[in-house]
Every structure is written in C-alpha cells, then in structure tokens.
C-alpha cells in the first residue's frame, strides 16, 4: 500500500508490512490488485484492458495521448472472531502513473503501483508481576510500509486489432518494524521497551503482454510477468531472498451489446515463491483472481456519458492466516465522467469484500476508490 | 453528481488513519511475542565499603551547629570561618598608621529560617538557652590539618559569645568580640574563627551565612575610630577551581561512632556514602532491554540516637568516576538518574530497601564497564547538616542479608519477517 504521503517520497510510498491481527494483512502483506479503480468496479474483469491498471503493458497503447493519473482508495474494514469484533479505517493510495505518446501508435508509461501492503499495528494489554508490583501494560506492534511495483512500459499498436506492450519492473520497497511496551507505573520504576527495525526489498521483473481484437465485438488481452529475485535487506544484510512470483493473467471482453462491454478475467499468481523470503512460519498460497464484470453506458450528464460499472471477483489472497488459506470474494460497482471540457475523467468505485479463513477469523471491508486521469 | 460528493467526503474521512487491531489476537498475530524475564542477581556485588568525609570542606550549603547528647549519640559540631585578608593599617590623610587600638568588635551571623530548614525546626520551640561560642582558631598548621583546627576550641582561645533562649533566636545575630584578641589577629593581618553552640539540650542552629566581621579601630594621630567591615576570604581558594573557597567550612569536633562490622553506613557525622561496586552480566547491560532493574537492600535498625525516627531521603547514585581504585573519588562524583532512585528511611527502620535502578543501565550502555566501573553510591541527602546515619547490611553480612539485585528484561523481539 501507499501510504498518504507518497508526494513526499516515492521510496517511502513503497513501504508496505505484513499486516497481522486481520486476515487480509498476513504475510508480507495485502494485494490491493494493482488495478485502478475502474477496473476494480468491475471486479477485475476489465484489468487486463485498462491502461491505466498495472496488469498488461499492452493495454498503455489505450492512453491514446499523454496523461497523468492517480488513485486514492480507503478501506474501511471489520475483523470478527469468536470473541472479539474490531473496526479499521486505511488510507491507501495504491496507483499513480503517467504516460506520454509518441507519434500515433507508441505509448511509454510508467507506473508505481502497490505489490503488498504491510501495514497494520495491534495493541494487547496484560500484566506482570514485578517483584511484589503486579503492573498493568500495553503492547503494541506496529508494522508500516510496501513492496510497490515501479513498471516502465511500452507499448505498440500494431494494427486496429491488435497491440503490444512490453514491461520493465522494479520491485522496491521498505517495512518500518517497531515494538513498544508501555507500562502504567506511575511510580516511573518500569522503563518502557522499544524497538525499532526497517527492511528494504529489491527486486526486478519484466513484463510482456498483448491486447487483441480477433472480431470487431470480441477482445482478447493475455499477459504475464517473469520475476527475478526479490531481497530482503536490514542494515546491509541480506536477511532472505526469494523469487518474485510470476504472473499470468487473461481477460476475454464482448462489446456485442450496444453500450455496453461485458468482460471476464483470469489472473494467476505463485506467490509461493515468496516462501524463501520470509521465516518458516510463512504460508503462502499459489492463488487465481477471478473478475466477471460489465461497463454499460449511463445518463449523459453535462455533455458526457456516464458509465456504469458492476462486478464480481473471487481471488486467493497470498498468504494463509494461522495456516489457513483466506479467500476473498467482493462486489463492486462504480461510475465515472469526464470533466474539464474531456481533458479529465474522475472514477469513482465501492467495492464490498468478505474475507474467510478456516479457525473462525472473518473480515469484512468496503473500499472506496477514486481515481483521477488527466489527458490534457 | 450527489454520489460523487458523498463518496469525496466519505474518502476524505479515511485520511485519519486507524488500523489499530489487536482483538484477534493471537489467533491472527503470530509475531505478538513480548517475553518479560525476572531474575535475580545474588552474588552481584563485588566491592562494598562506607567511605566517611562528606560533604567536602567548603562545599556545604550551611553550616549546621548542632550538638547531641544521648547515650550513642555524643555528635558536636563546629563552623569555621576565615578572614585571611584583613587590612593592618588605617589611613591618615595620604599617609598611612598600623593598627594600634581595636574599641569593639562584632561578628554578624544570618540564621537559616525554620521555614527552610525543617529539621532544625522543632528546636526552635525549645525554651532553653543556647549559646553561640566564638574561638579564635588561628594556626601556623596547613589548611587542611583540621585536627590542629580543632585542638584549638579551648576556653584560653574563646574570644566571643552570644546567649539567647533557642525559642527566641532572632535572624541576624551579632557577636561582641574580644578586643584585645582581635587587635592581635588584625595586626596580622588575619582571623579565623570558629563557632560552636553549647546548650543543656540537644540542639542545632543552621548558620545560613557569616556575612561580615566589624570593628572599630584606631591608630596613631587618628582621633577618632575608624570602622571596618570584612567579608569571610580565604587565601586557599584554588585558582583553577580544583579546591573549595574554605573561607568557610564544617568541621565535626566529635562524630558519630563507627559503624558496626557488617554494614554500610550512610550519612551520620562526618557523613558517609556506602559504594557498592555491581558486576552485571554483560548481556544484560548490552543486548537485553532492562525494563525494571532494583538493588535490595536489608536495613539494619540503628537505634537509641536523638533522631532514629526521623525520616530522610536517601539517594542511590551512580558514579561517573572512571578510576577503578579509588573508591574515595568514586564516591565523591555521582549523579542521579532518572527514576525512583530515593528512598526516604529512619534510621530505626528495617526491612527490605529496594532503590530503582531501570534508568541506570541506559547509562551504564553507553560506556564500557573497563572504562565505568558499575558503582552505586548511596547518600543521605542531608549529608553533612544531620546526624542520621542508615546502616545496609553489606556483602559480609549473611547471605539472605546481603545486597542483591532483581532484575526484568525484555529480550530482543524476533520482529522482522513474517
């Protein structure tokens, strides 16, 4: 995830931690999708036709002309269990990128997006029996930070019907680790506990994919990406290395029905890969992403149509809670328009999620998404 | 358009942040590990020794007259005060005459209020006499033999004195002084004085300041007396500030008695520091988080003194001397350290002292234990103005009596990959 102030660093803004005490922040982290938000109304499905998704560097060549883009996506989640009921409010900003064409048919564009997001904090609180002082304290750990995606991308139309794009990925990155322990000794006897931990990652992939009109109503997008290796570092020690997983992902769209794009993807990732990265108490999933969605032409309002999204997405998220594997099944809607004589679209998606493991931890998260494209 | 702004103003309320979990824990927090370990340290004390002579000459804040009787308690003592630069002559007109004639002579006293000094404040109730004796104390010896000094408190050399009924102790006092005495001492050019107090009661009197000596002195072809005023100096004061202006100082005339075998004293007359030297575990100084740290003490009751209930903190410093050897000097430079490191005691009481130690050991990190031995001093904060003295059993004593420390730490916490 990104955190709020990316503006200030982009280093930073690739400070993702594993989040603990949900089932969505395990591991080394949650998996915003790297898709923007109006893919992400339509569950995902039109991700692999999206230019300004992260997904396939074919799918650049539909910038058309150069732009800048940026999107901002709070969750507002619910973790239940047998005993306990608590609520989060996220700050993400999981998407910025930028490109500029050249000529008619060339497009490069780059974009930061965020791989996995570890960013969450728990407190617990207990006692301790200091000799004959039974002394109440909190602790709480505390984790920010990503693993963000930075892509330079090109991409290619060949021909009305079929588009190329090819993708340089580098895998940067920190987690900001801290522990306190606060005890509540008025006395002042008992020296609070603090400690403080970073880990940089680095790593490198490449990506290729096409985008494919095989019939004037029919598109076809497939692309993949190769990963190299992907370091763990804290204080000029490498700690671990692991291999970025690879990625494959096909999306199948239909354009049939009159204002109206019916799409459906498929996404595969193995993310156990990532196992060598971390300790050995780590599980990690090979999971698909599913999407079935559809943008259908809305009111026109101010001169410009409004289009209307809906989707379906059921995915595996990366990393298993106590062992366990955690799906993720959503729905989502959205809509957008143009704004500033065309030069601008504002989208705007609410998608709704449940998250389920097997031990009895259930979660819940409605994520907003607004995202901005300036084309000027 | 409604829809957008009510998705803007829902967005904008995210930009406050709160992630905080926890209630799934640990079903869904496998790194939530915090181990806090309690030990017990036995053997820890390497060298332990009361060390008698504080605080240093010159360095008090005031001088405490005081006078005890009682059957171990027989403490007495006396306030020195050095005129060492005291004209010899008197002018007349451009010229210039010795000293031939002193009319009177008066030495002005301030007394600490009892408002600010809260031990001496249940004297000044007392309805008995007490009396300010003032001897001249002069001697060719060095400045630092108080044993000469003291030798020199005898009625042949008592030049002054002051009697008032302790309940009416007024503020200023002066002292009429020997004129004879005086008139020698001015034609040498010096004075030393020093002042006791004798009374039938035990009984203190907190000199806050000498502040001037006067008198009245005539000479040669001079009608009249002149008078002359001259603030306490002392030709010893060190330039570099290595030795303390003695221009005034305590001396204890007689002290409390020697501590049993045994124990550590603290405070009493001189005043003594108990220097307790640690050997802690390296790992628990340099790779663990001492979250609470105390070194327990036994106090061994001292009783059948004037003031064995009266309650006085007592502080356990650390030492920021860096000589190993010199456990004198060791004692002599501390400083505190934040946390509970005061104790407040009677001399009568007994049981089990436990002075906080947490703050120390980030202290002690910081440099090695070659260079900084691990020393805690101990000290009563009114060293030097009250005879109370605290005895801890030391390292000699038994072994469930000796000191010990209890120490909770909280290793490092395996918090990095998940």
Redesign the interface.
Known sequence: MIR?HWLLSLLALASPL??????ST???GYHPGQISSRARATGGALGEFDPTSALNPAALAWWERSGVMLE?A????R?T?A????S????RFPLSGAAIAFGGRTIVGVTLSTFLD???????RGT????DDLIPYE???RSAGAINDLRLAGAWTASNALRVGLGAHVFVGSNR?D?F?R?SDT?????????R?R?SYSGAAASAGIDWRPLRSIGVAVSGRLGGTLR?V?NDTT??TADIPMRLGVGLAYTGLRGAVIAASGEWQDWSKLDG???A??TTFDGWDYGLGAELRGPR?FGGEVPLRLGVRRRTLP?G??GAEVEETSVSGG?G?TIAGGRAV?D?G?ARASRTAE???RERATT?S?GLIVRP | MLLAAITVVVAAGACSEDFTGGGACPLLCPESGVEIINDTLDAVVVLDSSVRGFPLPGTESRLTLLQRFGSGDTVITAGIVRFDFIPKTLPIGADSALVAKVDSAELRLSIASAQLDSFSRRDTLKRVPVTIDVYDVDTAASDFDTAAVRARFRPSTLIGSYTVRRDSLPDSVFVRLDTAAVRARVQEGRLRVGLRIRSDSSMQVPVAAINFLRFWARAPGLDTAVLRTVGPSSSSTGEGGDLPALDRYLIVLRGTPAPPPQVLAVGGLPAQRGYIRLSLPSNLVDSVTVVRAALVLTQAPVRGRTDDTVRTPIQANVSIARDLLDIGRASLLVRSTPGLFEQTRAPSDSGLVRFELAGTIPFWRRTPEAELPRVIVLRSSREGEFPSEFHFYSSEAPAHLRPRVEISYIPRVDFSLP
């Open positions: 709020p594993a989040a603990q005490g949900t089932l395990q591991g080394f901002y709070p969750e507002f989640r973790v269990t005993d306990s009921r608590e989060a409010t996220i700050a570890r960013t969450w904090e728990t407190a617990q301790h029996q200091f000799a602790v709480e750990f680790l522990v322990t005890f006395l002042g006897r008992v020296a609070d506990f603090g400690q931990s880990i763990a804290r700690l671990s990265l971390g300790s108490q780590l309002w990393f809670a106590a809509w328009f504002a705007f609410l031990g009895g931890a907003l607004i």
